[in-house]
C-alpha cells in the first residue's frame, strides 16, 4: 500500500556529512532511497532544518546549502525521485517513481525577512512550521517556557502561506501560537504530532487542539517516535503507535489522519518499525483494526484529498 510519509530529516544528515552519504543506498539514513522503495512510500517530505546553534546570519545559507543537497543528491542522481513543486504534481507521480517535496522546520532561517521564505517557496517549499522547539520572531515553540503566541511578524509568514497555497504546520507549536495559527491559517496541519492524552509531551497534541484541527478540516500525521508514543521514553510498539490512530479517530479524524516518521531525526525506534523498508509493517497491523479503504486513507488518501489545490478553505 503506497505511503505518503509527511517529515523526515534526511536532508539534515546529507549536509551534517558534507555530501559523503549516498541517498540512493546509505545505512546511515532511515529514508534512503532503497528503503523507501522497500517500503512503498511513494511520496516523501524532505524537511530542512537548521540547528538552532547555528549563527542568525548563517542559516540562511545553511538552509540553501541543504536544499542543493535535496536538488543534487537527492533528485539529481535518483530519476526514480520526482519533485513535487506544486500540489498538482502528486496526480503525475508514475508507477516506479517516489515524489520528493520540500519542507521547512522552523523559519529561524528567514530572520524577519519573507523575501527569503518567497525564494524558498520558489524552490519548492510548500509546507513550513514556524518554530521548532524553540522561540523565533515568528513565535514561540513548544520547548519555550514562556508559551507565547504568534508575533505580528509570524502572523505575516501564515499571511503568505495562505496566499501561496502554503501548508502551515503546528507541531513544534506552543499551544498559544497553534490556537493563533488555527484562527487565521487557510491550511493548517501537523505533520509529525501524537496525542497528548496518551502521552504527555510538550510536543504532542491536546484532545482540544487534536478535535478543533479535525473541525477546520486539516490532517494530523502520527509521529515515530517512542518519546511522542508512550511514557518509556525508549521503547514502543507499532500497536502502542496504533493507540493514537485509534484515539484521533475517537475524536472524529478518521479521514483526517496521515503519518509523518520523523525518520533520520530521532535516536529511538517503534520495534519492527526502525526505518522506511519496514513501513508496510505498520500498514499490515493497521489492516487488523482498519477497514482497507480507512486504512489507505491514513496511508495516502487523506492527505490527498486535504491537498490546498482539492479541498474548500473552512
Request: net charge negative; charged share 25%.
Amino acid at each position: 500500500m503506497n505511503i505518503i510519509d509527511f517529515h523526515c530529516d534526511a536532508l539534515l544528515k546529507l549536509y551534517e556529512e558534507k555530501g559523503k552519504l549516498s541517498f540512493a543506498s546509505a545505512p546511515e539514513l532511515e529514508t534512503n532511497k532503497e528503503r523507501l522503495k522497500k517500503g512503498h512510500v511513494k511520496v516523501q517530505c524532505f524537511a530542512i532544518f537548521i540547528e538552532p546553534e547555528i549563527p542568525s546570519d548563517q542559516k540562511f545559507q545553511a538552509a540553501l546549502g541543504q536544499v542543493d543537497l535535496f536538488y543534487k543528491e537527492v533528485l539529481g542522481k535518483n530519476p526514480e525521485m520526482k519533485h513535487i513543486r506544486c500540489w498538482e504534481d502528486f496526480d503525475r507521480i508514475q508507477d516506479g517513481d517516489i515524489g520528493a517535496m520540500l519542507t521547512l522546520e522552523g523559519v529561524d532561517a528567514i530572520g524577519n525577512d519573507l523575501s527569503k521564505l518567497h525564494i524558498l517557496h520558489q524552490l519548492g517549499v510548500l509546507s513550513v512550521g514556524l518554530t521548532w522547539n524553540t522561540a523565533n520572531l515568528a513565535a514561540d515553540g513548544a520547548g519555550e517556557p514562556r508559551g507565547g503566541g504568534l508575533t505580528v511578524f509570524g502572523k505575516e509568514v501564515v499571511d503568505f502561506h495562505n496566499k501561496h497555497q502554503i501548508l502551515t504546520d503546528v507541531s513544534h507549536l506552543s499551544e498559544m501560537a497553534f490556537w493563533d495559527v488555527l484562527e487565521i491559517a487557510d491550511y493548517p496541519f501537523a505533520s509529525h504530532s501524537n496525542s497528548k492524552e496518551l502521552c504527555d509531551h510538550p510536543r504532542n497534541l491536546t484532545d482540544e487542539q487534536a478535535s478543533a484541527m479535525f473541525e477546520k478540516g486539516g490532517t494530523i500525521h502520527v509521529v515515530y517516535n517512542p518519546p511522542f508514543i508512550n511514557q518509556d521514553q525508549v521503547k514502543a510498539s507499532i500497536p502502542d503507535l496504533i493507540k493514537h490512530i485509534d484515539h484521533f479517530c475517537g475524536l472524529g479524524g478518521v479521514k483526517q489522519i496521515g503519518l509523518g516518521s520523523d525518520f533520520d531525526g530521532i535516536a529511538n525506534f517503534i520495534t519492527d518499525l526502525e526505518n522506511a523498508a519496514k513501513s508496510q509493517n505498520l500498514i499490515n497491523e493497521l489492516l487488523k483494526h482498519y477497514s482497507e479503504e480507512q486504512v489507505r486513507g491514513f496511508a495516502f488518501d487523506n492527505f490527498m484529498n486535504y491537498r490546498p489545490n482539492v479541498r474548500k478553505v473552512k
